[in-house]
């Protein structure tokens, strides 16, 4: 890994760490897959820190330029899933 995760100045160390964790998850997803129900969890904690569709976008594209992660594709799969199942992206 040889990149940052996007990140505002302006959140305290407790939002930086929820949302570097999120996008942790979404790394996850790709390289070993990780369980619906706590890709949720993070995406939860994500949005408290980042509720608008508008800047969610923008973190999102930062980090797909950044890492080739794309964390749309990765939500997408968790809405429509259902359970614990495991989300992984190929």
């Known amino acids: 890994m040889d990149y940052s995760y996007p990140f505002s ?3 305290t160390t407790d939002e930086i760490v929820d949302v570097v964790e999120f996008f942790q998850a ?3 997803a790709y390289e070993k ?3 619906r129900e706590e890709l949720m969890e993070k995406y939860r904690k994500f949005k408290k ?7 969610e ?5 930062d ?8 964390s749309y594709q ?5 809405k429509a899933g259902s359970g614990d199942e495991m989300i992984r992206i190929k």
């Open 9 to 11: 100045i302006d959140w």
């Open 26 to 28: 979404i790394e996850n």
């Open 33 to 35: 897959g990780i369980k």
């Open 49 to 55: 820190v980042v509720p608008s569709m508008a800047e």
């Open 57 to 61: 976008k923008t973190y999102f594209r």
């Open 63 to 70: 980090f797909e330029e950044q890492s080739g992660y794309g």
């Open 74 to 78: 990765v939500i997408k799969r968790m």
